[in-house]
DNA sequence: TGTACATCAGTGAACGCGCGTTCACTGATGTAC
DNA sequence: TGTACATCAGTGAACGCGCGTTCACTGATGTAC
């Protein structure tokens, strides 16, 4: 191995959190076993507590990493001149349906989140609040407190819609789903 | 064992399906065991396969069940007179919040649904629709299309909004979630 | 009314398996002299 | 330049445990004669 160069620790554990976070969000967080997940990383069971500390531990970074992702990819969208219906066109399409492995982790998630340890919600917390941000930075309300209730309330319904989009075994019933999401967003984001 | 009292094994069948129901809201479906289910009911591991063909088996009978029971309780409630508001009031209430054992499926489950095989999601998707539409039929919109569509999203919101209350650690901001999810179902319910 | 047999919900031990975690060890590298 | 030692990411076997599922058996009941 070689162990001294620069970064190559750093390297090993992105790649132990990107097959982890692909897998926790296809399967699910209980149903993803670490010996799958450091197989699928070309790793072998006991180097995993070299990088973490626990299952739980890496629960909550790989919930920290993705979020701040989609975080980033926000903030270039709104630097691109993307408003808020391209976002949510983009969050409610089929393509992110169909592909929950590299999609939002809230949606993927939050059901999960919600049985995990005090630490692991709190960096739930921690993350989600720029999101949310982002999204109030979007809305024409004129006070802030106005714009963020309704960022919250617009994430739910975008998150809430994705989750009903995968769950139903009807396509056409599906892409129902997602559309009546969008057309809801569209409302919620105008003046009230 | 009075094995012959006429329903006796019905009665077992309710009470594994009652005890499961609580466990798959409040743990999730991977992580509540047939052993620990088995146990609650005052079984043993091997009476279940007396009553279900297996695990998979179990969940779909359990969501089935457990979602005729929330449409029953719409039914009741729109017989009572009781509007949207009340029903959303209530569904996005601190009490439903802190209580996911009894509570919606939806929430505690849509995840997990969407990762069961076809025949559990089926049985998601025809148990949704009478939901849908007692939610559509308080709607004001003319057409029913349109009633329908919007009820799918008010859905979507009342899902995304009590799961993300569970999720955050911030006791306020749960609150406030829930609050303006309220807010965003009342928009979303009027005329528009 | 009394005996022999069939039914079947439930018992409880066992199956193979994968889980999260631990740990003695490896071997390539860097540092010291 | 060459040798001795320290470092540490990664190996791979093993730990105890709980998982879903199977199965030979129990024993209270109902039915047949």
Redesign the pocket.
């Known amino acids: 191995?070689?162990?001294?160069d620069k970064g190559?620790?750093l390297e090993?554990r992105q790649r132990i959190l990107d097959v982890a976070a692909r897998q926790f969000r296809e399967r699910g967080v209980a149903a993803?076993?670490?010996?799958?997940i450091m197989a699928e990383a070309g790793?072998?069971?006991?180097?995993?507590?070299?990088?973490f500390e626990?299952?739980?531990d890496l629960v909550a970074a790989v919930l920290g990493e993705a979020l701040a992702r989609r975080e980033e990819k926000l903030r270039e969208r709104a630097a691109g001149g993307d408003g808020i219906k391209a976002v949510v066109a983009d969050y409610l399409s089929r393509k992110h349906r169909d592909n929950p492995g590299n999609g939002c982790p809230t949606a993927a998630m939050v059901a999960d989140v919600a049985r995990q340890p005090a630490a692991t919600r709190e960096a739930f917390t921690t993350r989600i609040a720029p999101i949310i941000a982002r999204i109030a930075a979007q809305l024409p309300m004129r006070s802030e407190a106005a714009r963020h209730r309704r960022a919250l309330a617009i994430y739910a319904l975008m998150v809430g819609t994705l989750q009903l989009s995968r769950a139903v075994s009807d396509d056409d019933l599906s892409d129902e789903i997602l559309d009546s999401g969008v057309a809801a967003a569209s409302a919620l984001a105008g003046e009230s």
């Open positions: 191995m070689t162990r001294y190559h620790k090993t993803a076993g670490l010996a799958g790793l072998t069971n006991g180097a995993f507590y070299v990088h626990s299952k739980d």
